[in-house]
């Protein structure tokens, strides 16, 4: 089994950047597909950015193009979003997610994902 807690969210002003964190406990999740995605009260999840499990492929959506970078560093069982430029429609709960191991299809559906963080709150202030 696997546990994801996510850290680093906060308010920040529009232009500014934030780090978020995002630790796993329980097993490794080096041979795992990773994601972040977004939550905004009556809208459906949103995928802001993957890395598949051999960390050689990312994907980010347009809205996050050339401002947020997903990395890992496998030997702390950690991910990162570096989310930089920020906007205030980058409010939102942002989750962390894993997969199942050396999964290798669809990264930015959240169905492909089947652990998840409770999630940290961005706020971003215009």
């Known amino acids: 089994q696997v546990q994801l807690g996510e850290s680093g969210g906060g308010l920040v002003q529009a232009g500014g950047s934030l780090r978020l964190a995002c630790a796993a406990s329980?097993?490794?999740?080096?041979?795992?597909?990773m994601g972040w995605f977004r939550q905004i009260p009556g809208k459906e999840s949103e995928v802001v950015a993957a890395?598949?499990?051999?960390?050689?492929?990312?994907y980010y959506p347009d809205s996050v193009k050339g401002r947020f970078t997903i990395s890992r560093d496998v030997a702390k069982n950690m991910l990162y979003l570096q989310m930089n430029s920020v906007k205030p429609e980058d409010t939102a709960v942002y989750c962390c997610?894993?997969?199942?191991?050396?999964?290798?299809?669809?990264?930015?559906?959240?169905?492909?994902?089947?652990?998840w963080g409770q999630g940290t709150q961005v706020t971003v202030s215009s």
């Open positions: 329980g097993r490794t999740v080096n041979r795992s597909a």
């Open positions: 997610a894993a997969s199942q191991p050396y999964y290798s299809g669809n990264l930015n559906s959240p169905t492909s994902y089947p652990y």
């Open positions: 890395i598949s499990w051999r960390g050689g492929s990312t």
